[in-house]
């Protein structure tokens, strides 16, 4: 590690009083103290940041964008793809995200607070769900000596449960698409490693679409004394959006054997009228495993009722079968709790499961219905729930072996500064938690609008997108447009080295929209001008907003007329060169010539001053 890692990293950890290094920590990645304290507040750039130099330069963009943003939120009653008047929070709390690329993702803060979800196609909804927790409970001689919610937070609601655990006790250390937190339990001499692990793996195409993670819990016991150890994970269902009180929800338990596995946990079905989901959270049921569950329990008041009955034994009671759909106005949790005994001065583990199953969803517009890539592994009718949780609980040791050894040679290479290595997995995260979605090509479906290849289009339904489906990633999460072309030319070295089958299904997604018009006249919010929303022959800006119907209107960026930037097609034909020099793909590249040809046509076609040798054009 770099002297400037090291720096870095002290002043993230200052406060960390204890000395425990956690179980399976690795020395690379980000760290932090949960006590820590940002000195900088930052704030996101809004409409009352601009300038008065640049208000009176661009007031004619003001006022068309004043005008565009109020049909868009007050009449269409939709959200702007930028929105100057509420920009999103900058909140310094963020962590890894759970789950694989295109069936949404659930964020865990580093403090361990889910605080972030990415359930409906990209549309972020930034809501911190108190009430889901783990709490942890130590027993000796049958009786409790120790229970804690761990958490710092002091909330002002479930005040029967044990709040404010010392964040000086313990740290937050991410590598993605892997993460620890490591509570040394003060006075316990308990020290409790959570892994977390999502399948995110490279040239994998099957779990890397899967929407769970794994929460696994390294249990060390240095005292002489054996220990009973629970760890309760509790869940609201819902995400702390006001659908969660529209009444309809409901819960009910599980347990599911498989090729000699066995997990149970309980399912929370959330029955929206629109993008209906469940929530799965399970255990793996093992020798020397007490799995216990409660399928309802009212976050409101005190709670009180939940912390008795697992600080008597250690376990949770339930009545038997679902629980009744919910009332408008009622939230609903379930708890689940797993126990196991510590021997003195010994280890054990307790292994948790959080998966959610959306396999239908539909865009903003609500025009069509995608099915996402995991249904072609398990199924579209909206009961993969116990399945997903089999298969997390019972291959995540594979996915960490897999992910391991890609990792492995960039981590060991003493040429590579620590930060480096850090950011280089870190910030892959965004090919997850980037609005992302991976669905499957409709059977129906024609890329090009019917320009086939003799007229130098393309194949109406090339094999690579029927086999692996369409990926699409935001340009930001406060700029929400898919596969922002510009952006993603940068970006896309991830996807081609890691994942080379999705950075070719995109791009014959884009070259479809090359061959592509759409002649809707619109207004274009910079110069005042209108002009046609997608010209044929010319690179689209991005394919679309997903508030409205990707793929079908694209170009949701309407600010700049980008069919007059010069710069979209030259990166198409270089995208073309450098995926087929990695890829040595012929049909690729066969299929994308006729498309190379047309495009810097269009280019010098318009370029006005041509004797220069230099195309003058925008952008």
């Known amino acids: 590690m770099e002297a400037g890692d090291e720096d870095s990293t002290a002043a993230l950890m200052s406060r960390y009083l204890s000395a425990a ?3 399976g920590v690795p020395e690379e990645g980000w760290r932090i103290c949960l006590a820590h304290e940002f000195k900088e507040k930052r704030k996101p750039f809004q409409a009352r940041d601009v300038s008065l130099a640049n208000m009176v330069e661009h007031v004619g963009l003001g006022v068309r964008y004043l005008k565009w943003w109020y049909r868009k939120t007050r009449v269409e009653k939709k959200a702007p793809f930028i929105d100057m008047f509420h920009a999103l929070p900058l909140r310094q709390i963020y962590g890894v995200p759970m789950g694989g690329f295109g069936g949404g993702t659930i964020t865990r ?5 889910f605080c972030r979800w990415q359930l409906n196609p990209g549309m972020y ?10 709490t942890v409970c130590l027993r000796r001689g049958g009786q409790t000596v120790y229970q804690q919610v761990l958490s710092v937070e002091r909330p002002p609601t479930l005040q029967g449960w044990n709040w404010g655990y010392c964040g000086s006790y313990a740290f937050y250390h991410a590598l993605y698409p892997r993460a620890w937190t490591v509570y040394d339990l003060p006075g316990q001499n308990v020290t409790l490693t959570c892994r977390q692990v999502s399948p995110v793996i490279p040239h994998d195409y099957e779990d890397c679409s899967l929407p769970a993670a794994v929460l696994v819990w390294e249990i060390e016991n240095r005292n002489d004394f054996a220990l009973d150890v629970s760890i309760m994970f509790t869940m609201i269902n819902g995400s702390g959006h006001k659908d969660d009180k529209k009444g309809g929800h409901w819960n009910e338990p599980f ?26 959270i399970a255990a793996r049921e093992q020798p020397g495993r ?21 600080i008597t034994d250690g376990r949770l009671d339930s009545p038997t079968g679902p629980s009744p759909p919910t009332q408008k106005g009622e939230n609903v949790g379930a708890a689940l709790a797993a126990r196991c005994t510590v021997a003195a001065m010994g280890q054990n583990t307790l292994e948790f499961s959080l998966a959610w199953d959306m396999p239908k969803m539909t865009f903003g517009s609500g025009e069509k219905e995608h099915l996402r890539r995991y249904t072609r592994f398990f199924g579209s009718r909206g009961d993969a729930g116990q399945a997903l949780s089999v298969h997390a609980l019972t291959q995540y040791r594979d996915w960490e072996r897999r992910i391991k050894d890609w990792q492995r040679p960039i981590l060991q290479d003493r040429a590579l500064p620590g930060w480096y290595k850090s950011a280089l997995f870190n910030e892959l995260y965004f090919l997850a938690d980037g609005g992302t979605v991976w669905v499957e090509l409709p059977p129906d479906c024609d890329i090009t609008g019917g320009l086939h290849s003799e007229q130098g289009g393309l194949p109406a339904q090339p094999p690579i997108l029927k086999e692996y489906g369409r990926f699409a990633y935001l340009e930001g999460q406060e700029y929400r447009m898919y ?9 896309s070295f991830a996807l081609i080295m890691l994942w080379p089958k999705l950075a070719l299904s995109l791009q014959y997604d884009m070259a479809g929209c090359v061959v592509r018009e759409d002649c809707t006249q619109r207004l274009h919010l910079m110069s005042g001008l209108v002009s046609p929303a997608k010209t044929r022959n010319v690179v689209p800006h991005d394919i679309g ?3 409205d119907e990707p793929w079908q209107r694209v170009n949701a960026y309407l600010i700049h007329d980008t069919a007059d930037w010069k710069d979209l097609n030259l990166k198409f034909v270089l995208h073309v060169y450098r995926d087929f020099y990695l890829t040595a793909d012929r049909q690729y590249l066969h299929d994308m010539w006729p498309i190379c040809q047309v495009s810097p046509t269009q280019l010098t076609n318009n370029d006005r001053e041509p004797v220069l040798g230099i195309i003058s054009w925008k952008g």
């Open 545 to 547: 907003d997903p508030d």
């Open 109 to 113: 803060g580093w403090r361990g607070e």
């Open 483 to 491: 596969n922002t072309y510009d952006v993603h030319f940068y970006a």
């Open 290 to 310: 007490d799995i216990s569950h409660q399928t309802a329990f009212s976050p409101r008041g005190t709670c009180r009722g939940l912390w008795d009955d697992l």
């Open 255 to 280: 347990r599911l054997e498989k090729d000699g596995e066995a997990v149970s946990g309980v399912l929370l079905h959330h029955c929206t009228a629109i993008n209906p989901y469940t929530l799965a």
């Open 21 to 23: 290094p956690g179980k």
């Open 125 to 134: 909804h930034y809501k911190t769900v108190i009430a889901n927790q783990f």
